[in-house]
Each structure stands twice: as C-alpha cells, then as structure tokens.
C-alpha cells in the first residue's frame, strides 16, 4: 500500500461546482489549483476530483466519452498536469475517478460497436444478439442502430455497459471473461489507467467496481478482474492507490484495491449512522450503531484486521449532511469520521456545512442529487466568491439564503464548524494510531443506547475515542484510566470504573491502563 495512504485525508471536488477562474459559471482545473491553500489549510493532504473528462454530462460526467482527454469546459490536459505538480510541491496527492463500467453513447468505441458491420468494437459492449432478447436483469438500448441486438445499459439509457464478460454464461451471447472481447475491454481500461498514472496522477476511486463483470452474485469475477488490474499496477506503478466505490471491503481488498468506501447502499449500515429516520448522530438520540458496528467488525476481521474501509462525510449522490444536522450535531458527525481507520473522506463545503438546496430542478442528470451539488461558497462576494459570471449562468443555483455559510466567515470564527475539523484532523495528524492502519475495538456500541466508544490503538499509544450525539447525558461502565485529553468537545469523565459523557460531547483520551 502506498505509504501517503497511512494518513490521508481526502477531499472530494465536484468539479464543476468548486471554483470558476473564467467567469463562465462553471467550475474548472484552475480553479482548483487556486483553492489549494485552502485545502491544505484544512489539513487535507489529498484529492478525489469526480469525472473531469470530455463528456455530453447525461450523468455529471460519468459519461465518459474520451477517457484521455480533459471536457474543454474544465480546461486541458495540461492545467490537470499543472495540477497534480502543484499538489506533489506540497506533498498532497490526487485520485481521479475511473469509470470502467460503462462509457457514454457518444464515446467512438460505441458509435464503432453500433454498426452492423462486424469490427474491433463490436463486442466491446455487452449486445444481445436479437433486438428482441433484452439482457436478462440490465436495462438497455435498443432500435437505435442497424445492428441486430440491444445493448445492456448501467445507470442511464445514456451508459451503455462495457463487455468484461459474464461469470455464469446462460445465453450463446454472452461471453466469458476470458474470452479475447472482454480481455481487450480490460487492456484499453488499464491503458487509460496507465495514460494518466504516467502524467502523474496518484491513483483512481474507482466507480461502480462491482458490477463490471456480469451475472457475478459472489463478486468472484470481479475480483479476478481486479486482481489483473494489481498485477499491471504492481510492476508498472507500485504506488498508485486504489480506492473502490464497491461496499464490500472484503471482497474489494482481495481484488486488490488499497481501500473501499462504506456508502449509501449495500449493506454496511452506513445510512443508519447519518441517513435516516432516526439517524445515531442525531440529538433525539434515537438511533442505534449496533447494527453498523456489528457489520465494521465482521468487514474488519474479514479484511484480517486491515480494516481499509473509508467512511465518507457525503459525497456528489448523498444529501449533504447538512440537510437534516445542525453545526452542533455535525461537530460530533466529524468527531467521528477523523478517529476512524481507514481514510476519512470530507465532500466539499461539508467543512462549512453547506446545505442542501431545496426544490432544485435537475441539473445533469442529478435529480435528488442536484441540492448536494451547488455551488461552494467561499465568501459574502458576487456568487458566493465561485464565479464572477451572471447568476443565470452559473452551473447549479447558489444557496439563496442570506445566512448561508462561507468558508471565510468560517474561518474566522474561532467556534465554527471548519476550525473544529482542522482541530480534529491535526489531532489526527499528530498520532498515528487515529490514522487509516491504526487498530479499531468496539468498546460500547449498543442497540438503541448512547454513547459509541472505541480504542484506536498501534504499537505506541492507546486512545478511547467517546462520542455522545445526543442531547442526555450518558454512560457505561469502564475499567481503565486515561493519561491526557487530546480532544474534547463538551465534558467526558473517567471515573470510579465510569465513563460519563455531557449532552453532545465528544472526546479522544489516551490511555495509560485498561482492562475490558
Ligand atoms: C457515481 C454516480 C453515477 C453512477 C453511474 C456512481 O456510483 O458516483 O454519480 O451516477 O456511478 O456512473
Ligand atoms: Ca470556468
């Protein structure tokens, strides 16, 4: 593993909505490169930037209809160059997002595979062999061409999938993913992977990494696959790190990826600790963490007590944490995601506490998805301080409300939400048993029962990470003595075989005894 992995802390960028230096209301590469000291001051010491490549933006980018070209819209191929050689001067590191599965109905490989003709591309996407026979489970495109055939689609009608070949072969058209087709999908995949690694990108987040082989229940297929990928990695760019949008961690690291993300769906229960009715992290307290604890300890010695699993604060498909947290809670939210393994992912301006914004009409194929995605607001200037284009044109509305939160107000306010996450990640920063390889033991994570205690321990220190959503005072039984408070928010006590924590509270002790 790549040894910058050890204590990242990443920072996803929409592009598009991060910072426009052209005035054409849409984000761009520049940018980007212009807020670096703003990330950096953060504390972040690496990016995911989603899909910035040229595309018709069904689906926000991943669309992908050239793999190896900057969208014109966000600059060139040059500037992400620039990019990713002001990042290396400060020693930050970048991932760009990969989408293997499915390109765009514009990229030249479908146009090619659409005609009837027999050619190179014919079966580099997933056809039928009869515009009659849909594939079994897949959406598709159909009678749009004068091939014979419907073309399996991923997400959009717009994503045709790419041919890797199906594990279980029901149907004479289907392949295996050995076969010569499906292998030379994978070749052109780890071509463009090997063209921007060569420019000087970190590494890939890789998207929908689960699904690229087909009729694939036990993801043996898809591990195999992966593990083609990490043997061209290991003897081409031994230091690229590989981060899977994939919810199974073991499965995902056996294939070779470095790390993989809890998320909305599958099932880590990563929804019951932000995302739902009666979310953990609310005050109410009325949520339960047992069921996602449970889950992460069995991830976590699947994985042999690895644990590589990235718990993200949102990203560009969930609805900001924001939408239903207020700063207090969302103090806590991050006490939480900086002290656990693996690395902790911030979604831009959930810094700041952006929003969600309300009632907006799909913009790219965002849908639900559009209000987690407007524009940064970096100050009380014209649009917020992103673009200095007419408000008409900018990409997605601004949050209209004039109490909005800006990352220069922000920072100058010594309480705010930002200066509590620098806090928390310098705390970070400075002990490497918090850090992503750092070990992780449930201490007190009950059904329906505050607080969630955990020991992140490595060879040099042992520190009990209490934290306590809700708005009652909490306990439980603790047989141990702490040594220094490294963090706090509200008051925690260790006392008389007792921990007690305050309404909303959270805080890092380490300790010098313990005996559970
Ligand atoms: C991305 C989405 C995208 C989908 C299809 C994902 O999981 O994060 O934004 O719409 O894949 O590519
Ligand atoms: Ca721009």
């Known amino acids: ?115 009837p003709e027999e050619n190179v591309y014919t079966h580099r996407y997933v056809w039928t062999d009869s515009i009659w026979e849909s594939p079994e489970g897949m959406n598709n495109i159909r009678g749009i061409s004068q091939r014979d055939g419907c073309c399996g689609v991923n997400f959009f009608s717009t994503q045709p999938a790419l ?124 949520g339960s963490i047992a069921a996602f604890a449970d889950t992460y300890k069995k991830n976590y010695e699947k994985t042999g007590g690895k644990g590589l699993i990235c718990i993200p604060s949102g990203n560009h498909d969930m609805d900001r944490l924001a939408r239903k947290f207020d700063t207090g809670e969302l103090k806590i939210c991050f006490a939480f995601l900086l002290s656990m393994p693996g690395a902790p992912f911030i979604y831009y301006g959930d810094e700041i506490g952006m929003r969600y914004i309300e009632g907006l009409i799909s913009v790219e194929g965002g849908f639900g998805r559009t209000g987690s995605r407007s524009p940064m607001q970096w100050n009380d200037g014209v649009n917020a301080g992103f673009s200095s284009a007419a408000f008409e044109k900018l990409y997605i509305p601004i949050d209209p409300f004039p109490d909005r939160p800006t990352a220069e107000k922000n920072i100058n306010d010594e309480n705010s939400l930002y200066n509590e996450i620098k806090r928390l990640i310098r705390i970070r920063q400075s002990h490497t048993a918090l850090q992503s390889k750092g070990k992780i033991e449930f201490v007190y994570a009950q059904e329906n029962a505050y607080p969630l205690a955990y020991i992140r321990s490595d060879d040099r220190e042992k520190i009990l990470v209490i934290i306590n959503p809700s708005d009652k005072e909490c306990g439980f039984d603790f047989n141990g003595a702490g040594q220094e408070l490294l963090y706090t928010n509200g008051i925690v006590k260790i006392s008389e075989g007792r921990i007690c924590a305050s309404p909303q509270s959270a805080a890092f002790i380490k300790l010098d005894r313990v005996h559970i």
Request: aromatic content about 14%.
């Open 1 to 115: 593993m790549p040894k910058w992995l050890d204590n990242a802390v990443f920072y996803e960028i929409y592009p598009q909505s991060f910072m426009d230096s052209n005035a054409d209301g849409i984000g761009d590469i520049r940018g980007i490169i212009s807020k670096l000291d703003y990330i950096e001051g953060l504390g972040c010491n690496a990016l995911w930037i989603n899909p910035c490549f040229v595309s018709p933006f069904t689906d926000a980018g991943y669309d992908v209809a050239d793999y190896c070209t900057v969208a014109p819209r966000y600059g060139t191929n040059d500037d992400l160059k620039t990019l990713f050689e002001e990042l290396h001067k400060r020693g930050m590191h970048v991932l760009l997002d990969l989408v293997p599965g499915h390109t765009s109905v514009e990229h030249k490989w479908f146009k090619e595979s659409m005609d």
């Open 163 to 286: 041919n890797y070949g199906f594990y279980n072969k029901t149907r004479p058209w289907q392949m295996s993913p050995d076969d010569p087709a499906p292998t030379a999908t994978l070749d052109a995949m780890i071509s463009v992977m090997r063209f921007w690694l060569k420019m000087g990108c970190d590494g890939f987040r890789v998207d929908m990494a689960a699904s690229l082989v087909k009729n694939d229940e036990e993801g043996k297929g898809n591990i195999a696959l992966w593990k083609k990928v990490r043997t061209f990695l290991d003897k081409e760019f031994p230091e690229a790190a590989m981060v899977s949008e994939w919810g199974e961690p073991d499965k995902s690291l056996e294939g070779g990826f470095h790390m993989d993300f809890l998320l909305h769906f599958g099932p880590s229960h990563y929804n019951d600790l932000f995302r739902c009715d009666e979310p953990f992290f609310s005050k109410r307290g009325n």
